[in-house]
């Protein structure tokens, strides 16, 4: 994939490039929608991402282009504030470019810079954090800059919340920041700190892509987030102090019931169970003897109150969990990423094989007039300079 990315800067280009920098994509394993409430979440960096080939310029112009059929974009140091249309990928690394800046590194030289990907976009795989974070190792890879690895993921953060306009929180930057192979990333996300868990020997993640539509600037993405902040201005009044959702006690969820809409209730009270879940996770994964069984039991809870209390899954996505869950290889399924669309992940045996995948993709194909995308993903390695 490196010499690919390579390849592509070429002839795009026609030099080679500086310096290339990959970040992964990253499973949500549990924990949706907890990170921008100030709770728990446990992913896994997998195997697939983004490369990012980057050189030089004598100039401040900044050139970007993608194999991925996106439209190439000129742009400006100079002109940043200037922002593309609504959509237009070039928000991501203009994003992380103004952010670089608006924590303090001067950037004299702009630069070319070319997008490889084996990571599908739109999935709930996190692609954008994955362009971001490639982004900003490949553009400092020159400079001395004095940033930490949780800095740049911080800034990456800021510039999906700043600049491209999403209320993400650090899941994703986190998650593909902080991978390692054969680990969970557990985030505590609001101290932002960040530790890693053994993924139990002898598992694998498959993605089962319902290739529906999924955008995280879709307004049901931040009407969610408005809603949990609706939601916390109430449980201020019940625990004054607290700072996000995450620090209201699940054993006084009862006490808001009359003070908040069902609506409202409903997403606060997914908040805190899945907070719950998430701990509950990684305790069962830190034991002597892990039982599987158990931990994908959590994993199908969580599944069921995106569905039932959030609201983000889609007949698509709950199709594939229930059909998933009717095979014994299968420790546990849930929606993974912001929901809407996109993707489940399902966590299996070495026993799950290609043709129980295939049986699946049949019933989806026959329900829904199209396959799935299915990949079977390892998990793998954070962030890094090539």
């Known amino acids: 994939m490196v010499e690919q990315a390579q390849d592509f800067f070429r002839e ?3 030099n080679n490039p500086a310096v290339v920098a990959y970040a992964p994509g990253r499973i949500e394993f549990v924990g949706n929608h907890t990170d921008y409430n100030g709770g728990k979440v446990l992913g896994i960096a997998i195997q697939q991402g983004i490369y990012c080939a980057l050189s030089y310029r004598n100039d401040r112009k900044v050139l970007g282009v993608s194999l991925d059929g996106e439209p190439t974009f000129t742009s400006s140091l100079d002109d940043l504030e200037t922002l593309s249309e609504d959509g237009h990928w070039s928000r991501y690394p203009l994003g992380v470019v103004w952010a670089i800046q608006k924590k303090g590194i001067k950037l004299e030289r702009g630069f070319n810079l070319a997008i490889f990907s ?25 400079e001395k800059h004095g940033f930490s690895k949780k800095d740049l993921v911080k800034i990456c953060m800021y510039a999906e919340n700043n600049y491209v306009g999403v209320p993400c929180g650090i899941l994703d930057q986190g998650v593909s920041g902080f991978g390692r192979e054969d680990q969970l ?38 009407e969610r987030f408005s809603e949990c902040a609706e939601g916390l201005k109430v449980a201020e009044g019940f625990r004054p102090g607290i700072e996000c959702l995450g620090d209201f006690p699940l054993s006084k969820l009862d006490s ?22 998430v701990n509950d996770v990684a305790r069962h994964l830190l034991s002597d003897s892990v039982d599987l069984r158990t931990i994908g039991n959590f994993l199908y809870d969580s599944h069921e109150s995106s569905r039932n209390l959030f609201d983000n899954s889609t007949k698509e996505l709950d199709f594939l969990v229930s059909h998933l869950r009717e095979i014994k290889s299968v420790y546990g399924a849930r929606l993974t990423g912001g929901g809407f669309g996109g993707a489940v992940m399902a966590w299996t045996s070495i026993d799950f094989k290609k043709s129980d995948a295939a049986i699946i993709s049949k019933l989806y194909e026959a329900a829904f007039d199209h396959p799935p995308r299915i990949l079977h993903c390892k998990s793998g390695d954070g962030v890094h300079l090539i």
């Open 12 to 14: 795009s280009f026609c």
């Open 118 to 142: 084996n990571l599908p976009m739109g999935a709930g795989l996190s692609s954008s954090a994955a362009l971001e974070l490639s982004i900003a190792y490949a553009v400092l890879a020159d």
């Open 185 to 222: 990333v557990y985030i505590d996300c609001k101290t932002e700190s960040f530790s890693n868990v053994g993924i139990p020997q002898g598992t694998h993640f498959w993605i089962f892509n319902s290739n529906t539509q999924h955008s995280l600037t879709d307004s049901l993405y931040s």
């Open 256 to 277: 808001l019931a009359d003070h908040l809409s069902r609506k409202i209730y409903k997403r606060v009270k997914h908040v805190l169970y899945e907070n719950q879940r």
